[in-house]
C-alpha cells in the first residue's frame, strides 16, 4: 500500500530561513506525493535547504544534501550533539544582549568573526539576524548580508523560539539513519536506488546568484534531462505561473510528467497588505503521485 500523509499535519518549522524556503507549502507537497518507504529505502533531498520538507516528511533513512556547507555543518553539528536547545539559548540570549547595546558594529563583528571561523552558532546569529531568509555570500565565499537594523530583535520570546526550533530538529533526527552532505546535486543523485525517492527544489533560474547558490538555465535542463534518466520517483518544486508569465522552462524541459499545481500568495516587501498569486508547481514521475484532479 502506498504511504499517504495524514491530513493537514502540523508543520514544524527549523531553525535556518533560506531563499526559497517552502514551509507554506509542504502540506501539498507532502500531500501529493506517494512513495512506499521500505526499510532499505532512501529519501534523497539535493537542495536541501533550510531542510523544512524532510523534517516534517520524516523518512527512517535519507540523504539531505546542499552545496552550502554552512547549512550542512550546521545540521550535521545538531546531529552530533555539539549543538542543543539549551546552548542555543544561552548563546542566543548573550550575542543578542550585546547587539541591543552595541548594535550594527555588533552585527558586523560577529560577521567577520564567522567568515573566519565558519562557527554553527554565529551561522544561525547570523541567519536570524539578518533580513530573514536572506542568505548570500560574495564571490570569495563570504557572507555578505548587511544588518536589518533591528538591536532588539533578540527578544525573548524571539530566542526561546529559535530554540525550541533547534530542539524540534534535534528530536526529528533522533533515532534516524540520516546523512548530512556537502555536495552538489550531481554527486547526490548518483546514489539513487529503485526504492529510493528524490525531492528536488533547486533554486529559481537566475535569482539568488552567490557563491553558494548559482543556477542558470543550463543548469536547469541539465537537471531535467538526469532527473528524468533516475531509476526511482521523484517530484521537483518549480514556479508555474504569476500574474505575468508562465515558466517556459517546464513546458521544454517537464511537459512529459505530471504537473500538479498549487496556488499560494506572498506578500510583497513588508506590507501585510500588498499580496500577489504565485501558481507553484510539483512536478512528478508518473506513478509516484495521487491522482490529478
Ligand atoms: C530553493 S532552495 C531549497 C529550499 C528548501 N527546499 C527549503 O524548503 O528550505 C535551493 C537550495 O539549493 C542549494 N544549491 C544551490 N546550488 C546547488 C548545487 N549546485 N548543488 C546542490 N545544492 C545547491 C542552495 O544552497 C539552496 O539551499
Known sequence: MPSALPQRPHIGVPPIKCQGIKTKLVPFILSQIVWQQTSDATWIEPFLGSGVVAFNRMPHRAVLADANPHIIGFYQAIQQGKIDRAEVQK?????????????????????DRFNQTASPLDFLFLNRACFNGLMRFNSKGKFNVPFCHKPQRFSQSYITKI???????????????????????????????????????????????????????????????????????????????????????????????????????????SHEKLRSAMTEALIIKPGYSHALE
Open 91 to 111: 548563546f542566543l540570549a548573550e550575542e543578542g544582549e550585546t547587539l541591543r547595546q552595541q548594535g550594527a558594529e555588533y552585527y558586523y563583528t560577529l560577521r
Open 163 to 269: 530554540s525550541n526550533q533547534v530542539g524540534w530538529v534535534a528530536q526529528r533526527m533522533t533515532g534516524k539513519d540520516w546523512k548530512f552532505r556537502v555536495a552538489d546535486w550531481q554527486e547526490t543523485l548518483q546514489q539513487a536506488k529503485p526504492n529510493d525517492y528524490v525531492y528536488l527544489d533547486p533554486p529559481y533560474i537566475g535569482r539568488h546568484a552567490d557563491y553558494h547558490n548559482r543556477w542558470n538555465l543550463e543548469d536547469a535542463e541539465k537537471l531535467a534531462a538526469i532527473a528524468q534518466q533516475l531509476p526511482c520517483g521523484f517530484a521537483v518544486s518549480m514556479w508555474l505561473e504569476n500574474r505575468h508569465r508562465q515558466n517556459e522552462h517546464i513546458q521544454q524541459c517537464w511537459s512529459n510528467l505530471d504537473i500538479h499545481p498549487h496556488q499560494h500568495f506572498y506578500h510583497v516587501g
